[in-house]
Nanobody
């Protein structure tokens, strides 16, 4: 079982990035998936998630209207489109998949740095 994030990098304030998460070793369509982030010196926080059946989405207030989560269960991919990035979005972003109560998977993270 593996989740591998990609797409992080350095971007100027106001810019955009698209994060990707590739899932392997399990059937993604049965899992809710989401993105978390952890900024230096802060706790990990939820950014966005999307349910497994109805594709219902959730966004943290801090990213609402700027970020968009999507999933492709055939390609076993999860995406996070991030627009209008701000310096406070700087963090390591983690992909997460779960099917409670037994299954809970994390990626290794990808660093997003937004310069002012």
């Amino acid at each position: 079982v593996q989740l591998v994030e990609s797409g992080g990098g350095l971007v100027q304030s106001g810019g955009s990035l698209r994060l990707s998460c590739t899932a392997s070793g399990f059937t993604l369509q049965h899992y809710a998936v989401g993105w978390f982030r952890q900024a230096p010196g802060k706790e990990r926080e939820g950014v966005s998630c999307i349910s497994s059946r109805d594709a219902i989405t959730y966004y943290a207030d801090s990213v609402k209207g700027r970020f968009a989560i999507s999933r492709d269960d055939v390609q076993k991919m999860v995406y996070l489109q991030m627009d209008s990035l701000k310096p406070e979005d700087t963090a390591v972003y983690y992909c997460h998949a779960d099917s409670p109560p037994e299954y809970d998977y994390w990626g290794q993270g990808t660093l997003v740095t937004v310069s002012s």
